[in-house]
């Protein structure tokens, strides 16, 4: 039997590097996050998607060890994303099915709701994000924003203990980029990473990281790591 997971240990990273085709992509990475929300910010290229995708062992580390609440991303890649949902920065990578409302209940499939049940949770997230009236519309034809709230939507519907999110208000107009912000920020999680270029964005976080030639160069108060981060285009 292994190990019940832990949320108070958070996401620990020990010397991770992670080496694609030969090539250095994050070198390195050591951290403890503990807490509720987390920024991860830095140039284009420089090591945050990757860092993000070795959350739910959608990368793998080269070298080096990463656990989610105790539970090894390697060793139990399973169990690990049953407790991390992953936002891609793409919508269209994770939307699948026909209809909106469609694409959110299958989220639920499996998870051993009853029907009744998960068309609330459906109909609720639905709301939550303003796409009530786009429920039985081909997903398709949203919009790029629409389709980034359907696949935010998609994944908080199950409820995850970790939500990680590469750029989630990348295609968003300035009011759906403060509600998806304000999603984001409020707690949804036990724990949530988000990946973003909106310094205001990660302002609100918790705690930031930055990253740089795939190295993690700085850590600390977001208003600390943003300011410093500006400092260095001055
Ligand atoms: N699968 C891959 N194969 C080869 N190189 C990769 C792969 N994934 C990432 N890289 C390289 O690793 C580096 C870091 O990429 P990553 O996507 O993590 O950056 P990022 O900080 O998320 O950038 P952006 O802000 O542009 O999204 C880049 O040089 C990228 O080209
Ligand atoms: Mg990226």
């Known amino acids: 039997m292994s190990a019940p997971a832990d949320p108070t240990r958070g996401i620990e990273l020990r010397a991770v590097a ?9 070198d390195d990475v050591s951290a403890t996050l503990t807490q509720r929300t987390v920024a991860v910010i830095g140039a284009n290229g420089s090591g945050k998607s990757t860092f993000a995708r070795l959350l ?3 990368v793998r580390a080269s070298a080096g060890e990463v656990r989610v609440h105790g539970l ?11 407790r991390v949902g992953f936002v891609f920065t793409n919508p269209d990578a994770q939307i699948l099915m026909p209809t909106v409302a469609e694409d959110v209940a299958l989220s639920l499939k ?13 109909a609720a997230v639905l709301d939550r994000f303003g796409l009530s009236a786009l429920a039985d519309r081909p997903a398709y034809s949203l919009s790029g924003g629409q389709k980034q709230l359907l696949a935010l939507a998609s994944v908080l519907v199950t409820e995850p ?13 300035l009011g759906n980029a403060r ?10 999680a036990v724990q949530t990473v988000i990946v973003t270029h909106d310094l205001e964005l990660a302002e609100r976080c918790d705690a930031a990281l930055r990253f740089a030639d795939g190295r ?19």
Not at 72 to 82: G, I, N, Q, S
Not at 179 to 188: E, F, M
Request: avoid cysteine.
């Open 161 to 173: 203990a970790v939500v990680v999110a590469d750029e989630p208000t990348t295609l968003l107009d």
């Open 72 to 82: 090894d991303v390697a060793r139990e890649t399973r169990r690990v994303r049953e």
């Open 216 to 234: 993690l160069v700085d850590a600390g108060e977001p208003a600390e790591v943003t300011g410093r981060y500006r400092a260095a285009f001055a």
């Open 179 to 188: 509600l998806i912000g304000d999603v984001l920020t409020s707690g949804i």
């Open 110 to 122: 499996g998870r051993g709701r009853g029907r009744e049940e998960a068309a609330a949770r459906v």
């Open 56 to 58: 739910n062992g959608l």
């Open 18 to 26: 992670v080496e694609i085709d030969g090539r250095g992509i994050l």
